[in-house]
């Protein structure tokens, strides 16, 4: 009998370091906006789903796991909240002077350049759909251009064949105005991946979830030990090419913020005691009406 | 299909010491549970006891988990057990110290959702190795037969359907597993408890100056008299490291023939003077927020207030115990515990100040919960076993409850570890019939030591209850305990009475002292007669029961996982009542159910299509 032993597979993340919006944590300036200073961080919760789609590979396919973000020193807290979830073997940091002000693009040539240096070579790049803060979605597809690699958006599952290195993926697209549809789509090796925000990984076997209740265990006591996983660099130590990245390898200006003016209100509101059957009533009587109304095909 | 030797359901007590010890006898094993973390689904009140009874063998927790006294998240040992009578603001305490203390190793206070959790660690590292494990987040739904070589096939709401030699039900009182194979029919009213609980917050130094302890000592106290609402039962209240445990166990046919609410039950102990000043804390008082300020300012200021409110539990909470202290001060934030002290005054004259927040005397509630308790002298099975199944902890209808003697856990575990042996042999014999696997097994349950104490009356534990009481004057404890009283008094007459009341037979002799008399009228008089006053300082805001649900934590499952059977029925009235979270309303006549807020207590399984909700769905107990 031949065994064919076939590659491992190689995964990266890359993840972001976000403001913590819940209450307790989060704080506002006099003027309505965020006050950063003392605003708590954490992982972006885009990233996290990132990372639990990363983990899946870990389970279903023994990959190799790797991170990295760019960000302030303090990043580092994202990086071990992710590890935590997705059971990485590497952690970076990419963090200097050089790349403040950067724009999607000037990021995106750091991730790039860091990617590169991430322990084997990548099969699959993940990313977040996009960051909580005022993101809009680009870096990750200007990652996967700049990497040269084939890019899958709004990914909800994915399935590997090792031998033959290809991936199938079901993708969920929104069509405005009917409801969404699910495409199945098959890709070559290596491929970037940015998750959909509704990813769920599901495990479905006995063996499988006894795969992933161990791959957790070790996640959680290499979170514990991160600092052994982590590694920083700066523009120099990555090699990166300076004009690339940072504010003049960034194109856009933002040359002013507007904040989206509230309309006024056309509905009327009441407040239902939600205790009292006779208001419910109420409510459900309004209801059939307004259904009523609708014409529904 | 996958294969495996042996499936365990349900991972409590019970479950996770049936599979530390089949790993530990070198056997491959899965654990199955349906909450999405191990301890999230289970529920106590609870006081965890290693016992040394006089004659036959137990496997006590330290035995099972040997660093169990060492590293266990274990909250205080018991060393005081207080009875105390109540009547309005007269209470008359009885020292029962002895009784805890009797054929016991020690009693600790635990939290099973912490509890469990590290039991499931220990089991894990010794499954592990031999391919087995546990799988949270699966509820398993049905199980059959491959008649050919009598394996069992499970399947799950969650997987793939898998294949077993042998199944150790640990599924708890309301099992399915019994129900959907037939193995026992649902417990009576008349077989259960209502248990009712909630977790209140208290730093570990006032706990200790409190009750009188020092941080690894604790106390329990128990509560009779008009607590009780006239009802058959009792109230609890133990220490544990930073919060209390205050509950109320009732026997369940008192509850169906007079139903009242259980958070009325809770809140009439909570109100209780006694009750009241054993869990007083400072606590900062929110201001209103001025509704004429821009909507913006005004969340500003939530946010802003909600996060002092933060750092300042947290500050205050770390000052006010030894290890958080030290972990302040080495995390390197503090010096000493004079600039904790300093920065928690700051921040206080902050919030005061900037925010005119204030402080004052009230408690604070972090959980509520409910959930039924077999009453193991009127339920546990007699054959704990079905075909190659066999049943463990509550899901047989075990655990010992007279008087104030309160042990399912340890129970639980004994039992889970005399299954787990007759598995183990039945792996190595490759015999799994009810002939072999099922009797081995119910006869080492007919040999334990709990078994014997849920059928006999014990005349030394007898002894401690007489001696406790012998202050108390004859005619009080009246006509009907009087003649009992004179006999038990000498030690001779005791002895024949002991024998000639179990010869009696103890089913008979429970209605008499599980009565409203014991409960009720008794301690109600020790109390007017004998007791001492006692007045409370403030009056505690007890959260309302909406509050009270929307501070649990959920997973809202879409599926119903209970089904109103006949909507007009006596029973199922009286759930719109007894249910502990309200799930239960009645619309002309009829009875509906929200199952949103249920907490999977069973108290209305009885006459429901009742089933545990999907894995990962439903309540997650943060104490338990
Ligand atoms: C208020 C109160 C106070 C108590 N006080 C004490 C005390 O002081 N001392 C003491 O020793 N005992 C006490 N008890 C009793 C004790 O808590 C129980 O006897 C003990 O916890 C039962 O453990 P168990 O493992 O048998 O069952 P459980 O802890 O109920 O565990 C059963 C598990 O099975 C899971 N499960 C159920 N169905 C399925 C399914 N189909 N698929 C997968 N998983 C499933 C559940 O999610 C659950 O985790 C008290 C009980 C209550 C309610
Ligand atoms: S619905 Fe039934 S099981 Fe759920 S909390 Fe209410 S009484 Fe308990």
Redesign the pocket.
């Known amino acids: 009998m031949v065994v064919i032993l076939s590659e491992p597979l190689n995964i990266a993340v890359i993840i972001k370091l976000e403001p913590d919006f819940s209450e307790g944590n989060v704080s506002y300036n006099p003027n309505g906006t965020l006050n950063r200073a003392e605003t708590k961080n954490t992982l972006g919760p885009h990233s996290a789903i990132a990372a639990h789609a990363a983990f899946f590979g870990r389970v279903m396919y023994d990959a190799k796991v790797s991170i990295g973000t760019m960000g302030p020193p303090i990043a580092d807290l994202a990086l071990k909240q992710a590890q935590q979830i997705s059971d990485a073997g590497e952690l970076h940091l990419y963090s200097d002077r050089l790349f403040a002000g950067a724009d999607t693009l000037g990021t995106a040539e750091v991730l790039r350049v860091g990617i590169g240096k991430m322990q084997g070579k990548m099969d699959i790049v993940f990313s977040g759909h996009r960051a909580s803060d005022g993101e809009t979605g680009q870096t990750g597809p200007q990652t996967a251009w700049k990497l040269g690699f084939t890019f899958l958006g709004n990914v909800i599952s994915y399935s590997v064949d090792l031998e033959t290195r290809m991936i199938r993926a079901k993708r969920l697209i929104s069509l405005q105005g009917s409801s969404n549809v699910i495409e199945e789509v098959e890709a070559p090796l290596p491929v970037f991946i940015s998750i959909d925000p509704t990813y769920k990984s599901s495990y479905n076997t006995v063996s499988q979830r006894l795969a992933f209740q161990k791959y957790q265990k070790e996640a959680t006591q290499r979170a514990d030990n991160y600092k052994d996983y982590f590694k920083i660099f700066n523009a120099k130590e990555l090699g990166v090419d300076e004009t690339l990245v940072g504010l003049p390898g960034s194109p856009t200006i933002v040359y002013k913020v507007e904040r989206v003016p509230k309309s006024t209100a056309t509905r009327q509101s009441e407040v239902i005691d939600g205790s009292d059957p006779e208001q419910i009533r109420k409510v459900v009587a309004k209801m059939k009406e307004a259904l009523a109304a609708m014409v529904i095909k | 299909m996958e294969k495996y030797d042996v499936a365990i359901?349900?991972?409590?007590?019970?479950?996770?010491?049936a599979l530390k010890q089949l790993s530990h006898l070198g056997k491959q094993a899965i654990l199955?549970?349906?909450?999405s973390k191990?301890?999230?689904?289970?529920?106590?009140?609870?006081?965890?006891?290693s016992k040394k009874p006089k004659k036959g063998q137990i496997t006590n927790v330290e035995q099972l988990y040997e660093n169990f006294l060492d590293d266990a998240p274990i909250e205080r040992k018991i060393t005081k057990y207080i009875l105390h009578s109540t009547s309005q603001d007269k209470v008359y305490s009885m020292d029962l110290t002895a009784a805890h203390d009797y054929q016991a190793n020690f009693?600790y206070?635990?939290l099973?959702s912490k509890l469990?959790s590290w039991f499931a660690k220990q089991a894990e590292k010794a499954a592990d190795k031999l391919g087995g494990g546990i799988i949270p987040g699966?509820?398993?739904?049905s199980i059959t037969w491959n008649e050919q070589n009598g394996t069992s096939i499970i399947q799950?709401d969650e997987l793939d359907e898998f294949e077993v030699k042998a199944i150790i039900a640990?599924?708890?009182?309301?099992?399915?597993?019994a129900e959907m194979v037939g193995a026992r029919k649902k417990f009576t009213p008349e077989q259960l408890?209502?248990?009712?609980?909630v977790i209140v917050k208290l730093p570990e130094d006032i706990i200790n100056k409190r009750f009188g302890v020092s941080s690894d000592e604790g106390a329990a106290h128990l509560f009779a008299g008009d607590v009780t609402l006239n009802h058959i039962g009792g109230g609890?209240l133990?220490t544990n490291n930073d919060t209390i445990s205050v509950?109320?166990?009732y026997h369940f046919d008192s509850q169906i023939s007079n139903p009242t609410t259980p958070y009325s039950l809770i809140d009439t102990l909570l109100k209780n003077p006694m009750v009241s000043e054993f869990i007083k804390d400072d606590v900062p008082i929110k201001p209103e927020i001025d509704k004429n300020l821009p909507q913006e300012e005004q969340l500003r200021i939530r946010f802003a207030v909600a996060k002092l409110i933060k750092n300042w539990y947290e500050i205050r909470e770390a000052s006010l115990s030894s290890s958080g202290r030290d972990s302040l001060i080495n995390s390197g934030k503090y010096k000493t515990v004079e600039e904790i002290q300093k920065s928690l005054s700051t921040l206080q004259e902050q919030m005061t100040e900037k925010f005119s927040l204030t402080f004052g005397t009230d408690y604070l509630e972090d959980e509520y919960?409910?959930?039924?308790?077999?009453d193991g002298k009127r339920c546990q099975m007699k054959k704990p076993y079905f075909k190659n199944i066999l049943f463990?902890?509550?899901?047989?209808g075990?655990?010992?409850f007279v008087g104030p003697r309160?042990?399912?856990?340890?129970?639980?575990i004994d039992?889970?570890v005399r299954a787990a042996n007759a598995v183990a042999r039945a792996l190595d014999n490759d015999n799994f019939s009810e002939n072999s696997l099922g009797e081995y097994y119910s006869k080492s349950v007919d040999e334990s030591p709990f078994t014997t104490d849920m059928k006999q009356i014990d005349k030394d534990y007898l002894k401690i209850f007489l001696d406790a009481a012998k202050d108390v004057p004859k005619d009080i404890i009246g006509s009907r305990y009087g003649p009992i009283l004179k006999m038990m008094s000498s030690g001779t007459m005791r002895g024949i009475a002991v024998k000639f009341a179990n010869i009696l037979g103890y089913d008979k002799l429970l209605p008499m002292i599980e009565s409203e008399d014991t409960y009720v009228k008794v301690p109600i008089k020790l109390a007017e007669r004998l007791g001492e006053t006692v007045l409370s300082s403030y009056s505690p805001s007890i959260p309302s029961i909406a509050d009270r649900i929307a501070n649990l934590n959920y997973n809202d499952d879409s599926l119903a996982h209970i089904k109103v059977v006949n909507p007009t029925s006596e029973y199922m009235k009286k759930m719109v009542t007894l249910c502990p979270t309200k799930c239960y309303s009645e619309e002309g006549g009829k009875v509906i159910i929200q199952h949103e807020g249920c907490i999977?207590c069973g108290t209305c399984s009885q006459e429901t299509e009742w089933?545990?909700p999907r894995?990962e769905k439903g309540i997650h107990y943060k104490y338990g």
């Open positions: 359901i349900g991972g409590g007590s019970a479950g996770l010491a199955l549970e349906a909450g191990i301890g999230s689904k289970n529920l106590s009140g609870g006081i965890l006891y009693g206070s635990v099973l469990n699966v509820h398993v739904k799950t640990a599924d708890g009182v309301n099992s399915e597993v408890f209502q248990g009712v609980k609890f133990y509950g109320a166990v919960g409910a959930k039924l308790v077999p463990v902890g509550d899901a047989a075990r655990g010992v309160i042990e399912g856990i340890n129970v639980g039992d889970g999977d089933r545990h894995g």
